[in-house]
Structure formats: structure tokens, C-alpha cells
């Protein structure tokens, strides 16, 4: 006949141990109240949505869209909006997040966008503003790219195809954008 011993909870998991057998088992984390999330949405290459708070800091903290209508996120990969639902803890920087309705508007300027395309250094232009653009896969202009707050080398990504993560403003003359490149990611 087999005896509880001890019931120990380990880093989301309850083991407990009987004198036959060592059993686990997963917590089921439980929800917090409906929350407003704003942060960058993004589409991993599972398909899945997620939504990054302080992307480009180390304190990141990454929202997992498990549930409600994600198809709400399409229109806004790549921009920083307000996202309403109703948060399960996973980890300090890991949580699941169930969508209850997004803000319709994109956040104020200053917050963070996402781009992918090919960089290239600028050269002479109308444009009075950047070092470098990002083009599709066509050679059409995305936005023209610089780095003064980061400092991000973009010399060392020119031919390469990338995912820019930074602010976006209008440009001073021929009605385009122009974004502060704050963290590169090299696209395989």
C-alpha cells in the first residue's frame, strides 16, 4: 500500500511523492481581473499573436494571445496599441493573455513600431532626414531609417533583410516616415 509523503510545489508544478511513485502535475495559473495592456503586437511564425511590453528593454514582458478574437490583431502587427482582456500569470516576463477588444486607435506618436524589409544606406534624396532606408521586397520605400537615440550601427545590416523595432514620425519634406531604429533583428 503506498503513503503520501510530502507535497512540494516547484516552479508551477505540485510534485508529490508517495512510497511508490513520484507524480507531477502542471497549476492551471488563474486569471487577474480584465487588464489594459499597451504594447507592440506582434505575429510569430507559428501564427500566434503576441503583445511585448518594453520591447527593447531587458525587462521585456511578453503577452501570449491564447483565446478571444485575434483576428481583431491583424490590422495592428507591427504597432503599439491598447489591448483589453483578461491576463493569466505564467512568469514574471511570460504571461496568456484572452482579448476582450482593442482601442481602436494606435498609440500616440513615440511608440513603438515594427518594420521588416531590406536595409539600404540612403544615398542623395529629397529627404532631409536619415542614413539608410527600408524597402520591400519590390525596392519600395517602407521608411527611411535612423538611429540617433539607440545608436544602432545600420551599415552592419545594409542588404539584409530585418525587422526594425522603433518610433516612427512623419518626414520633414516628401510626405514619408522615418523611424528611430532602437533594436534590429536579422530575418532568416
Known sequence: ????LSAVCLAGFVVTVTG???L?????PTPSEPSAITGLV??????NYIIGV???SRSRVT???????TTLLRNYVGETVTVHGVVFEKSAFLKELVIQRIDTEVAQPGSLS????IVQRLGM???MQGSHKLLDEKGGLICLLSSKTAKVDLDGYVGRQVKVTGTLAKTVEGNAWIMDVLLVEPVN
Open 63 to 69: 503577452y501570449r494571445v491564447t483565446g478571444g478574437d
Open 42 to 47: 506582434m505575429l510569430e511564425k507559428d501564427g
Open 24 to 28: 507531477s502535475t502542471r497549476l492551471t
Open 20 to 22: 511508490c511513485a513520484i
Open 125 to 127: 534624396s529629397i529627404y
Open 1 to 4: 500500500m503506498c503513503r503520501l
Open 114 to 117: 515594427q518594420r521588416s524589409g
Open 54 to 56: 518594453n520591447w527593447t
